[in-house]
Protein backbone atom coordinates (compact mmCIF):
# COMPACT_ATOMS: atom_id res chain seq x y z
CA UNK A 1 0.00 0.00 0.00
CA UNK A 2 2.97 2.02 1.00
CA UNK A 3 3.92 1.59 -2.70
CA UNK A 4 0.48 1.94 -4.01
CA UNK A 5 0.58 5.45 -2.78
CA UNK A 6 4.14 7.06 -4.09
CA UNK A 7 2.53 6.23 -6.93
CA UNK A 8 -0.41 8.47 -6.84
CA UNK A 9 1.44 10.99 -5.12
CA UNK A 10 3.14 13.73 -7.10
CA UNK A 11 6.32 13.57 -4.31
CA UNK A 12 9.56 11.96 -4.86
CA UNK A 13 13.08 12.68 -4.15
CA UNK A 14 15.75 13.19 -7.19
CA UNK A 15 18.59 10.98 -5.50
CA UNK A 16 19.19 8.85 -3.17
CA UNK A 17 20.98 11.56 -1.17
CA UNK A 18 18.13 14.42 -1.62
CA UNK A 19 16.82 15.57 2.05
CA UNK A 20 14.29 17.81 -0.13
CA UNK A 21 11.35 16.38 -1.84
CA UNK A 22 10.47 17.47 -5.56
CA UNK A 23 6.78 17.85 -6.14
CA UNK A 24 6.08 17.51 -9.79
CA UNK A 25 6.04 14.33 -10.45
CA UNK A 26 2.74 13.55 -13.12
CA UNK A 27 -0.12 12.15 -12.19
CA UNK A 28 -0.76 7.96 -13.03
CA UNK A 29 -2.79 6.73 -15.63
CA UNK A 30 -3.23 3.02 -14.94
CA UNK A 31 -0.88 0.82 -12.26
CA UNK A 32 0.44 -2.78 -13.35
CA UNK A 33 1.77 -4.98 -11.05
CA UNK A 34 5.17 -6.56 -13.17
CA UNK A 35 5.56 -9.19 -10.67
CA UNK A 36 4.17 -12.48 -10.43
CA UNK A 37 4.38 -13.00 -5.93
CA UNK A 38 3.54 -9.46 -5.99
CA UNK A 39 0.33 -9.86 -7.85
CA UNK A 40 -0.68 -12.98 -6.25
CA UNK A 41 0.03 -11.46 -2.91
CA UNK A 42 -1.12 -7.98 -3.44
CA UNK A 43 -3.65 -7.33 -6.26
CA UNK A 44 -6.72 -7.58 -4.22
CA UNK A 45 -5.39 -4.85 -1.68
CA UNK A 46 -4.50 -2.90 -4.13
CA UNK A 47 -7.71 -3.13 -5.83
CA UNK A 48 -9.70 -2.54 -2.79
CA UNK A 49 -7.33 0.50 -1.38
CA UNK A 50 -7.86 2.44 -5.01
CA UNK A 51 -11.95 1.27 -4.65
CA UNK A 52 -11.94 3.14 -0.96
CA UNK A 53 -9.78 6.06 -2.25
CA UNK A 54 -12.80 6.92 -4.58
CA UNK A 55 -10.26 6.45 -7.84
CA UNK A 56 -11.11 5.43 -11.58
CA UNK A 57 -7.65 3.52 -12.08
CA UNK A 58 -7.14 0.24 -13.55
CA UNK A 59 -4.69 -2.52 -12.15
CA UNK A 60 -3.16 -4.86 -14.15
CA UNK A 61 -1.47 -7.78 -12.73
CA UNK A 62 0.96 -10.49 -14.94
CA UNK A 63 -1.07 -13.52 -13.29
CA UNK A 64 -4.32 -12.40 -14.95
CA UNK A 65 -2.60 -11.57 -18.20
CA UNK A 66 -1.13 -14.99 -18.24
CA UNK A 67 -4.06 -16.82 -17.89
CA UNK A 68 -5.92 -14.81 -20.51
CA UNK A 69 -2.81 -16.00 -22.48
CA UNK A 70 -2.56 -19.63 -21.70
CA UNK A 71 -6.22 -19.98 -22.49
CA UNK A 72 -5.80 -18.25 -26.22
CA UNK A 73 -4.59 -21.38 -26.92
CA UNK A 74 -7.24 -23.80 -25.69
CA UNK A 75 -10.66 -23.79 -27.81
CA UNK A 76 -14.36 -22.75 -26.06
CA UNK A 77 -15.27 -26.81 -25.17
CA UNK A 78 -11.71 -28.08 -25.30
CA UNK A 79 -10.49 -30.11 -22.18
CA UNK A 80 -6.69 -29.47 -21.24
CA UNK A 81 -3.84 -29.28 -19.03
CA UNK A 82 -2.51 -25.39 -18.21
CA UNK A 83 1.03 -25.99 -16.74
CA UNK A 84 2.39 -23.31 -14.47
CA UNK A 85 6.08 -23.01 -13.62
CA UNK A 86 6.81 -19.85 -10.96
CA UNK A 87 8.60 -19.19 -7.73
CA UNK A 88 7.72 -21.60 -4.57
CA UNK A 89 5.87 -18.16 -3.18
CA UNK A 90 3.50 -17.45 -6.25
CA UNK A 91 2.78 -21.29 -6.29
CA UNK A 92 1.78 -21.60 -2.11
CA UNK A 93 -0.61 -18.73 -2.79
CA UNK A 94 -2.38 -20.65 -5.82
CA UNK A 95 -3.01 -17.21 -7.45
CA UNK A 96 -2.86 -19.12 -10.74
CA UNK A 97 -4.59 -21.87 -10.08
CA UNK A 98 -7.78 -19.94 -8.56
CA UNK A 99 -7.23 -17.28 -11.54
CA UNK A 100 -7.59 -20.15 -14.27
CA UNK A 101 -10.91 -21.13 -12.68
CA UNK A 102 -12.45 -17.48 -12.29
CA UNK A 103 -11.21 -16.54 -15.71
CA UNK A 104 -12.42 -20.16 -17.47
CA UNK A 105 -15.64 -19.13 -16.07
CA UNK A 106 -15.54 -15.51 -16.83
CA UNK A 107 -14.42 -15.77 -20.86
CA UNK A 108 -16.82 -19.08 -20.80
CA UNK A 109 -14.92 -22.28 -21.60
CA UNK A 110 -17.10 -25.19 -21.02
CA UNK A 111 -14.23 -27.42 -21.31
CA UNK A 112 -12.41 -29.53 -18.81
CA UNK A 113 -9.40 -27.21 -17.82
CA UNK A 114 -7.08 -28.64 -15.22
CA UNK A 115 -3.59 -27.11 -13.56
CA UNK A 116 -0.71 -28.58 -11.95
CA UNK A 117 2.14 -25.91 -10.66
CA UNK A 118 5.85 -26.20 -10.46
CA UNK A 119 7.72 -24.31 -7.76
CA UNK A 120 11.07 -23.58 -10.11
CA UNK A 121 13.57 -23.73 -6.45
CA UNK A 122 16.35 -22.50 -7.07
CA UNK A 123 16.11 -21.35 -10.73
CA UNK A 124 15.54 -18.04 -10.35
CA UNK A 125 18.35 -17.61 -7.93
CA UNK A 126 20.80 -19.61 -10.39
CA UNK A 127 19.66 -16.67 -12.98
CA UNK A 128 20.59 -14.29 -10.83
CA UNK A 129 23.77 -15.91 -10.30
CA UNK A 130 23.80 -16.18 -6.68
CA UNK A 131 26.79 -18.50 -5.31
CA UNK A 132 24.19 -20.93 -3.19
CA UNK A 133 22.29 -22.05 -6.26
CA UNK A 134 25.27 -21.53 -9.08
CA UNK A 135 28.75 -20.74 -9.01
CA UNK A 136 30.01 -20.95 -12.45
CA UNK A 137 33.62 -21.18 -10.87
CA UNK A 138 33.33 -24.05 -9.30
CA UNK A 139 34.66 -27.55 -9.65
CA UNK A 140 33.95 -30.12 -6.79
CA UNK A 141 30.47 -29.89 -4.56
CA UNK A 142 30.16 -26.93 -2.49
CA UNK A 143 29.41 -27.03 1.29
CA UNK A 144 26.92 -24.44 0.56
CA UNK A 145 24.66 -25.65 -2.19
CA UNK A 146 21.09 -25.46 -1.87
CA UNK A 147 19.33 -26.01 -4.79
CA UNK A 148 18.30 -29.82 -5.48
CA UNK A 149 20.27 -32.34 -4.65
CA UNK A 150 19.91 -36.17 -3.39
CA UNK A 151 18.96 -34.81 0.23
CA UNK A 152 17.11 -31.39 -0.38
CA UNK A 153 13.66 -31.87 0.78
CA UNK A 154 12.76 -28.72 -0.82
CA UNK A 155 13.79 -30.14 -4.21
CA UNK A 156 14.97 -34.19 -4.43
CA UNK A 157 16.76 -34.89 -7.44
CA UNK A 158 14.90 -38.47 -7.95
CA UNK A 159 18.15 -41.03 -8.32
CA UNK A 160 15.75 -43.22 -9.96
CA UNK A 161 15.50 -41.61 -12.99
CA UNK A 162 18.38 -39.78 -13.37
CA UNK A 163 18.96 -40.28 -16.84
CA UNK A 164 15.95 -39.05 -17.43
CA UNK A 165 16.56 -35.60 -16.71
CA UNK A 166 19.26 -35.71 -19.37
CA UNK A 167 21.69 -33.43 -17.26
CA UNK A 168 24.63 -32.23 -19.28
CA UNK A 169 27.29 -32.93 -17.53
CA UNK A 170 29.86 -30.81 -19.51
CA UNK A 171 31.85 -28.05 -18.15
CA UNK A 172 31.15 -28.83 -14.34
CA UNK A 173 27.37 -27.98 -15.04
CA UNK A 174 26.38 -30.87 -13.18
CA UNK A 175 29.12 -31.21 -9.78
CA UNK A 176 28.61 -34.88 -8.21
CA UNK A 177 30.56 -37.37 -5.91
CA UNK A 178 31.26 -40.52 -7.14
CA UNK A 179 31.33 -41.35 -10.74
CA UNK A 180 29.16 -39.68 -13.52
CA UNK A 181 27.49 -43.03 -14.08
CA UNK A 182 26.46 -43.26 -10.32
CA UNK A 183 26.80 -39.90 -8.34
CA UNK A 184 26.44 -40.29 -4.44
CA UNK A 185 25.64 -36.75 -4.72
CA UNK A 186 25.15 -34.18 -7.35
CA UNK A 187 24.99 -30.14 -7.31
CA UNK A 188 23.45 -28.08 -10.77
CA UNK A 189 25.22 -26.02 -11.55
CA UNK A 190 23.64 -24.74 -14.63
CA UNK A 191 20.46 -23.00 -15.50
CA UNK A 192 19.85 -25.17 -18.44
CA UNK A 193 20.38 -27.86 -15.44
CA UNK A 194 18.09 -26.23 -12.93
CA UNK A 195 15.29 -26.16 -16.33
CA UNK A 196 15.85 -29.94 -17.07
CA UNK A 197 15.27 -31.00 -13.56
CA UNK A 198 11.90 -28.86 -13.04
CA UNK A 199 10.17 -30.02 -16.45
CA UNK A 200 10.59 -33.47 -15.70
CA UNK A 201 9.65 -32.66 -12.34
CA UNK A 202 7.22 -31.26 -13.63
CA UNK A 203 6.12 -34.29 -15.82
CA UNK A 204 6.55 -36.41 -13.58
CA UNK A 205 4.24 -35.11 -11.64
CA UNK A 206 1.10 -35.40 -14.04
CA UNK A 207 2.41 -38.95 -15.10
CA UNK A 208 1.58 -39.91 -11.47
CA UNK A 209 -1.48 -38.50 -11.05
CA UNK A 210 -5.09 -39.74 -12.72
CA UNK A 211 -4.80 -36.34 -15.29
CA UNK A 212 -6.82 -37.47 -18.50
CA UNK A 213 -6.37 -34.11 -20.82
CA UNK A 214 -3.04 -33.01 -22.61
CA UNK A 215 -1.30 -30.33 -21.77
CA UNK A 216 -1.08 -27.57 -23.40
CA UNK A 217 -0.07 -24.34 -22.33
CA UNK A 218 2.91 -23.55 -19.75
CA UNK A 219 2.81 -20.12 -18.00
CA UNK A 220 6.14 -19.46 -17.23
CA UNK A 221 5.22 -17.59 -14.32
CA UNK A 222 8.34 -15.50 -12.82
CA UNK A 223 9.52 -12.62 -14.82
CA UNK A 224 13.14 -14.06 -14.95
CA UNK A 225 11.95 -17.92 -16.77
CA UNK A 226 10.88 -16.43 -20.43
CA UNK A 227 14.45 -15.53 -20.73
CA UNK A 228 15.05 -18.91 -21.05
CA UNK A 229 12.09 -19.82 -23.41
CA UNK A 230 14.52 -21.59 -25.49
CA UNK A 231 15.57 -23.76 -23.13
CA UNK A 232 12.08 -24.88 -22.22
CA UNK A 233 11.26 -25.23 -25.36
CA UNK A 234 14.07 -27.58 -26.34
CA UNK A 235 13.04 -29.75 -22.74
CA UNK A 236 9.76 -30.09 -23.27
CA UNK A 237 10.37 -31.84 -26.92
CA UNK A 238 12.91 -34.19 -25.90
CA UNK A 239 10.27 -34.49 -23.24
CA UNK A 240 8.02 -35.70 -25.84
CA UNK A 241 10.22 -37.79 -28.01
CA UNK A 242 11.58 -39.69 -24.91
CA UNK A 243 10.82 -43.45 -24.77
CA UNK A 244 12.18 -45.90 -22.68
CA UNK A 245 12.28 -49.76 -24.21
CA UNK A 246 10.30 -48.59 -27.11
CA UNK A 247 7.70 -46.99 -24.89
CA UNK A 248 7.06 -43.16 -24.48
CA UNK A 249 7.15 -41.86 -21.17
CA UNK A 250 5.78 -38.47 -21.43
CA UNK A 251 3.87 -38.24 -24.96
CA UNK A 252 0.52 -39.92 -23.76
CA UNK A 253 -0.32 -36.31 -21.63
CA UNK A 254 1.69 -33.82 -23.22
CA UNK A 255 1.00 -32.17 -27.01
CA UNK A 256 3.73 -32.43 -29.61
CA UNK A 257 4.03 -28.38 -29.50
CA UNK A 258 3.73 -26.83 -26.03
CA UNK A 259 2.37 -23.06 -25.63
CA UNK A 260 4.66 -21.58 -23.67
CA UNK A 261 3.15 -18.22 -22.61
CA UNK A 262 5.37 -15.14 -21.06
CA UNK A 263 2.85 -12.93 -18.65
CA UNK A 264 5.28 -9.78 -19.31
CA UNK A 265 4.12 -9.56 -23.25
CA UNK A 266 0.06 -10.37 -22.31
CA UNK A 267 0.57 -7.64 -19.42
CA UNK A 268 1.61 -5.08 -22.36
CA UNK A 269 -1.14 -6.02 -24.48
CA UNK A 270 -3.77 -5.90 -21.93
CA UNK A 271 -1.86 -2.78 -20.39
CA UNK A 272 -1.89 -0.97 -24.18
CA UNK A 273 -5.70 -1.76 -25.54
CA UNK A 274 -6.53 -0.34 -22.05
CA UNK A 275 -4.78 2.71 -23.17
CA UNK A 276 -5.72 2.95 -26.62
CA UNK A 277 -9.85 2.36 -25.98
CA UNK A 278 -9.51 5.24 -23.39
CA UNK A 279 -7.32 7.79 -25.24
CA UNK A 280 -4.66 7.63 -22.43
CA UNK A 281 -1.69 8.08 -24.87
CA UNK A 282 0.24 11.49 -25.30
CA UNK A 283 -0.03 12.44 -28.32
CA UNK A 284 4.10 11.67 -29.23
Do not use: W
Amino acid sequence: IKDVQFLLGNKYYSTSTSTIYESDKAPIKAIVIACNTATAYGKTDIENFIKTAGLNLKVIGVIGAGVRGALENIGKDENATIGIFATAGTVASNGYPNTVVEQKELLNYNGDIITFQQAGFGLAAAIDGEKDYLDNTLTSISKSYRGPSFTNTNAIVDRAILHRYNFDFSNNQILYNGSQENPTDIQINSVSNYIRYHVISFLEKIKNSDAKTKLKSVILGCTHYPFFENEFNDVFKYAYNYSENGVFVYRDFMEAEIRLVDPAINTAKELYSFLNSNNLFNDG
